[in-house]
């Protein structure tokens, strides 16, 4: 059996993976470092990969800052996830079909997070994104095994 691709291209502005436009100024950085600790939390694990191949099938993990505020002293951010099925599923356009045509993995309770760190600006805010992702990204692996396993 081939490895479970993970999709971690953000290069697509009208799909974003990566989404920080709540970090203003240092939106950039925070979506680098986010594909940054999805692309190293799976590089050691033989079942998953990150490297595309010819008709793969895997998953995009979708993150978001949802809320940012960067104080005088210090830093919080909230993220939160989603797991969509790749590749996307394809329908036709009728009435039924939605915007979407991404088939979302359903994961127990909240997938998201929220960190504070010290400081402010650019390392601050790598920082707190950095504390979050390393804490949500190995729960999705158990719930991508399983929904592999059904498809």
């Known amino acids: 059996m081939p490895p479970v691709f993970i999709n971690t291209d953000n290069n697509d502005k009208t799909k974003k993976i990566y989404i920080a436009n709540a970090a203003g100024e240092v939106m950039t950085d925070a979506e680098e470092k986010m594909k ?28 978001k800052v ?8 210090e ?10 099925q790749y590749p996307s599923v394809t329908y036709s356009k009728s009435k039924q079909s939605s915007k979407s045509d991404a088939v979302m993995v359903m994961i127990a309770g909240n997938w998201s997070g929220s960190a504070t760190a010290t400081g402010r600006g650019k390392n601050a805010m790598i920082d707190c994104v950095e504390a979050i992702m390393e804490g949500i990204v190995p729960k999705s692996i158990p719930v991508m095994r399983s929904d592999m396993m059904r498809r």
């Open 66 to 73: 949802t809320k940012f505020n960067a104080g005088d002293h």
């Open 75 to 84: 830093t919080s951010c909230t993220i939160s996830g989603q797991i969509l």
């Open 36 to 63: 940054e600790i999805v692309v190293k939390a799976f590089e050691k694990i033989p079942d998953f990969t990150t490297i595309r191949f010819d008709n793969a099938k895997g998953y995009t993990l979708v993150f």
